[in-house]
């Protein structure tokens, strides 16, 4: 890097912290006179600049870095004006702003809370405006596309509703709550201020309705994306289940039609913003075609120059020049051609950016204002065409009296004063016309003319878009010169890219130097080798000496008279071998104790070792016991069956651990045994105890009450077992015989809670389904030949008006028992495609074992329609030989809509969506209900006809009698509501007997009574005879719970 480098390095440097001084300090006087204590609206000029460094910076860091130290818990006023401010970078600063301002949500929310408490006239307001600005917040984090000002294009809210219809009922949701937010806070003010011109044009009045300027944009986008999702979701459900959408959406109609009206007749708005008028009546959803009645609102506000005091500073461009100064820096006094060059490309682009802007503010306040002439316009030929209309009907009015007049004076020709006079007012009457004739013909030209100006401002707005085009041509030449300057700024990334080269090298060199060191070590290792295998030798040599010295006694003996000559020289031999002796006798030694040393260590790192492990299993299990208090874990269930698996794997953990524990103890130098184990243990004790408290989530009070104080049983005895394996003085009595006994009854409680129907072998299963579905198919065939024989005994016993009856409920029941069987049909092929496409390499049997849940809904479903039939034709016999009642008619035809339902339910929960057979059974339950429709509307009719209705003849009673009469009425009429009520609590009752002997916990009973269930939620019991038992009145059994199945014996 050369000293001209530098140089222009320090000069850039220098530049950009006087321009960032100076940005600091005019954001900072901008919020500071945007945000303060006095009641007066936030001036646009100062919310304008404060927005454009949001640009600039491309965030909120700064504002947010000033506006901390504002005390906004203790001034009302100033925390309103703060979230007018905070509400406009929202919709209009740069996107990073969204995620600046998500960093201090939680201490908006706080003074939000501060302020609902606080009696202030600002007070409410504030807490209302900070709910509202957390709620568009969170919003706009969780739908990403799209952007706070919620400003974008039909395709794009079509994305991000997505294809899933619940993400759309999600999404509509949050839109209603986002709307209810901005509502609430427009009626709050609303409420305080009154609409006359006196309280508006103040500055008290002016600095609370500012924000709604704000609101009313929002309304707008957002009543629009309830009008698209509304529909969609209408499209895709039925109208009974939108019912509450549609009820709340014509409630924010209703609102947001108020405020519009309300806020469109203040003075102070028609200066600011154009409000848009909502149509008299909200869309109408049942109908589709009522889609394309909808016209998106548009919110219009005029571009106005806003006056700069002296004080200010002068704004700043939106687009700020830095590029050639960051990369090269000021000229230094020299005469480098390439600086010149530089500078005067600089002071070119500088003033062609400022002449673009200038034509963009031009063009932009013309097109606003081009679009303000045509609103009024527009307003002004409404206003002539109702002249006109009202020109009309007063002409009719008028030709109607003369012809009065007229008629009146030929009767009364004998009265000579009233001719004259009628004769006055019809001369007048016709001068009249032709003034307004001359009118209507001004009105025309008047019209003519004002369609000539809309032809003129077409072409001025031509002549605008031509000029964006030279605008965007000088836009694209300024690229290119960018791109340029680019490009030199890559030669300069080359050089770091050459430097960061060499230090790749000498850090190779520094790897290198690594791996010879780690050579070294590997050496050392050797030599460590080699010394073990000297002591070894020396061992050996030591043996050999031993023998040596027996064979020179040996020869000492035999020797002896040669000992006295060589004894001398024996006894130095003698010393010397003593002498090696007691060397490698102490080098033996010292070998022992290194032993020794080395074995304490290991022992020492597996206890280190062990002592770690554990300690990890007790965050484990501390972090389990820990979800049983938490909230968010209350939302989570599982199943006793997985209860069960998980603590039989706990229980098999525990015979492990105890089995490494004890070779623990025998070798201590070894503890991978136990580690292992403990590992293993941890973590299943800890899926275990949460699993338990999300299966007492969903079982009865007392079991549930007892499962989780198990757990934490569990969770306390796992750490005191752990406890005393962390000791060394409580390891040899550790014994997890109590977390074995606790795992135990918590096996024992996943028993008790597991549904009865578990009883059932699982291949068995298949067969069952088979034989339902036979049973079912036997017992439609059964119902439609007792049909025909009724059919043919009710033409032969009866005759006139009750034959018909019979015949019309005989023939609806036939069509409703054929649309079963082709339901029965059709559920039939598509479960043979299901299990055909999802059982693989395994058998059928398997397959319904693998799925027994499925398969159980599936016989619970064929049991239920099977029963609705018989009990269908049951009634219609009775009905047909006026031995029963028509309302038992109508409630067997519910109930077989609702089996058949649950059939198809069942039957659709593995079905592929694309498949054809599905398609099929779908058009068959269609079918079935159309039926069952029919068959109550041909009872219901042929009871109205058969029911003689005496007329009431009162004219004998006095009027004594008469009020004794109504006394009795209305005695008998509280005595039935009495009956009513005492016959509804039974139903209740029975309900819930029916659900307690079903083996379901009453607390489900509780949250599913007076509600319509799910399809298959009902607990059906299962049995082998051709009759099963009746399900409850009017319920549809769900998927989402096992159906109870009776024991083994059942079946034998």
Request: charged share 30%.
């Amino acid at each position: 890097m050369n000293i001209h480098t530098r140089v222009k390095s320090k000069r850039t440097e220098h530049h950009l912290g006087a321009e960032r001084d100076h940005f600091d300090k005019q954001q900072l006087s901008s919020i500071s006179k945007a945000i303060n204590n006095t009641e007066t609206p936030v001036k646009e000029k100062h919310a304008r600049r404060i927005i454009l460094g949001t640009h600039r910076e491309k965030g909120a860091y700064t504002f947010w870095s000033y506006s901390q130290g504002f005390p906004l818990g203790s001034s009302s006023i100033l925390c309103w004006k703060f979230c007018h401010v905070l509400h406009k970078i929202l919709r209009d600063g740069h996107r990073n702003v969204l995620q600046d301002c998500m960093r201090h949500h939680g201490s908006l929310a706080e003074y939000g809370k501060l302020w609902s408490h606080l009696h202030d006239k600002y007070g409410q307001l504030v807490a209302l405006y900070i709910k509202l600005l957390c709620t568009k917040m969170e919003f706009h984090v969780k739908h990403t596309e799209i952007p706070p000002n919620l400003e974008v294009k039909d395709e794009v809210l079509e994305r991000a509703a997505g294809t899933d219809i619940n993400n759309v009922f999600q999404l509509t949701v949050e839109v209603f709550d986002y709307m209810d937010a901005e509502l609430k806070l427009a009626e709050t003010v609303l409420r305080q201020l009154n609409s006359s011109i006196a309280v508006t044009s103040l500055t008290s009045g002016q600095c609370r309705l500012a924000p709604l300027i704000q609101v009313v944009q929002d309304c707008s986008q957002l009543y629009h994306f309830n009008v698209k999702l509304l529909f969609k979701l209408h499209a895709c459900l039925p109208a009974d289940t939108l019912q509450g959408h549609r009820d709340r959406f014509r409630e924010q109609f209703s609102s947001l039609k108020n405020f519009f009206n309300r806020a469109r007749e203040m003075v102070y708005f028609k200066r600011l913003i154009q409000i848009p008028r909502l149509p008299d009546s909200p869309p109408n959803f049942l109908h589709a075609a009522s889609l394309a009645k909808h016209v998106k609102l548009v919110v219009v506000i005029p571009e106005e120059d806003d006056q700069q005091d002296d004080d200010d500073d002068d704004p700043e461009p939106l687009i700020e020049v830095d590029i050639f100064d960051q990369a090269f820096g000021p000229p230094n006094g020299g005469f480098d051609e390439r600086d010149l060059q530089i500078e005067s490309l600089k002071s070119e682009l500088e003033l062609l950016r400022a002449d673009l802007e200038k034509v963009k503010t031009e063009a932009q306040r013309y097109v606003t204002q081009l679009k303000s002439q045509i609103n009024s316009l527009e307003a002004e030929l409404e206003e002539q065409r109702i002249h006109k209309q009202r020109a009309l009907v007063e002409n009719e009015q008028l030709r109607m009296e003369l012809e009065a007049t007229r008629r009146r004076s030929a009767e009364h020709e004998s009265l000579q004063g009233t001719f004259l006079e009628a004769e006055r007012r019809a001369q007048s009457t016709e001068q009249r016309y032709n003034k307004l004739k001359e009118k209507h013909t001004e009105l025309v030209a008047s019209h003519a003319e004002l369609l000539r100006k809309s032809a003129d401002t077409v072409k001025m707005l031509s002549v605008t878009q031509q000029t964006q085009e030279e605008v965007e041509r000088t836009k694209q030449q300024l690229s290119f010169e960018v791109e340029r300057v680019k490009q030199e700024a890559d030669m300069k990334m080359e050089e770091q890219k050459f430097e960061m080269e060499r230090l790749k090298r000498e850090l190779d060199e520094k790897m290198a130097e690594v791996t010879r060191v780690k050579a070294t070590l590997q050496s050392s290792e050797m030599t460590s080798f080699e010394m073990n295998s000297s002591m070894t030798a020396l061992q050996a040599e030591k043996e050999r000496l031993m023998r040596s010295v027996r064979e020179k006694e040996a020869e000492l003996s035999s020797l002896r008279q040669e000992a006295q000559l060589q004894q001398s020289s024996l006894q130095q031999e003698r010393e010397r071998s003593s002498r090696e002796l007691g060397e490698l006798q102490g080098k033996l030694r010292e070998k022992t104790s290194v032993e020794e040393q080395m074995k304490k260590k290991l022992s020492d790192e597996q206890f280190a070792l062990l002592q770690g492990t554990i300690a990890e299993a007790e965050n484990i299990i501390q972090d389990a016991v820990a979800k049983l208090d938490d909230p968010l874990h209350i939302r989570c269930t599982s199943s006793p069956d997985y209860l069960i698996n998980r603590a039989e794997a706990t229980l098999s953990s525990i015979d492990k651990m105890k089995k490494g524990h004890g070779d623990y103890l025998r070798n201590m130098e070894d503890a991978g045994g136990l580690l292992r184990s403990l590992t293993q243990f941890s973590h299943l004790a800890a899926d275990t105890i949460v699993n338990g408290s999300a299966t007492a989530h969903m079982a009865p009070t007392d079991q549930a009450d007892c499962l989780t104080e198990n757990c934490r049983g569990c969770a306390t005895q796992s750490l005191q077992y752990l406890k005393e394996l962390k000791s060394k003085n409580t390891l040899q009595r550790a014994d997890p015989a109590s977390v074995r006994l606790i795992v135990q009854k918590i096996l024992h409680l996943g028993q008790e809670l597991r549904p009865k129907g578990m009883d059932i072998r699982q291949d068995e299963l298949g067969d069952l389904v088979d034989k339902e579905m036979a049973a079912t198919s036997a017992a439609i065939e059964e119902a439609v030949r007792r049909i025909d024989e009724m059919m043919n005994q009710a033409r032969k016993d009866t005759s006139g008006a009750k034959l018909e009856v019979n015949e019309s409920i005989l023939n609806s029941c036939t069509d409703l028992m054929k649309a079963i069987r082709m339901l029965v049909i059709a559920s039939t092929d598509l479960q043979k495609e299901i299990v055909e496409g999802g059982k693989g390499g395994a058998s059928i049997r398997e397959f319904y074992a693998r799925n027994s849940r499925w398969t159980e809904g599936l016989i619970s479903a064929a049991k239920a329609v099977g029963w609705g039939a018989t009990e269908l034709v049951d009634s219609a016999d009775k009905v047909v030989l006026h031995t029963g009642k028509y309302e038992e008619l109508i409630v067997c035809s519910h109930e077989i809509a609702a089996s058949t339902a649950q059939l198809v339910a069942a039957s659709k929960v593995k079905a592929d969506r694309s498949s054809k057979r599905l398609g099929v059974l779908q058009q068959a339950s269609r079918h079935v209900n159309e039926m069952a429709a029919k068959v109550m509307a041909s009872t219901k009719t042929g009871q109205e006809n058969l029911e003689d209705k005496e007329p009431m003849d009162f004219s004998g009673m006095s009027l004594i009698k008469l009020k004794k009469e109504e006394m009795e009425s209305q005695v008998k009429v509280l005595e039935l509501e009495t009956q009513l009520e005492n016959e509804r609590l039974r139903l209740g009752e029975l309900r819930k007997k029916h659900y307690d002997l079903a083996g379901v916990p009453m607390e489900q009973v509780s949250e599913r009574n007076g509600d319509t269930p799910s399809p298959v939620q009902q607990p059906r019991s299962l049995n082998m005879s051709p009759k099963p038992s009746k399900p409850p009145l009017g319920k549809k059994p769900t998927l989402s719970q096992k159906p109870n199945i009776p024991s083994k014996s059942g079946f034998k």
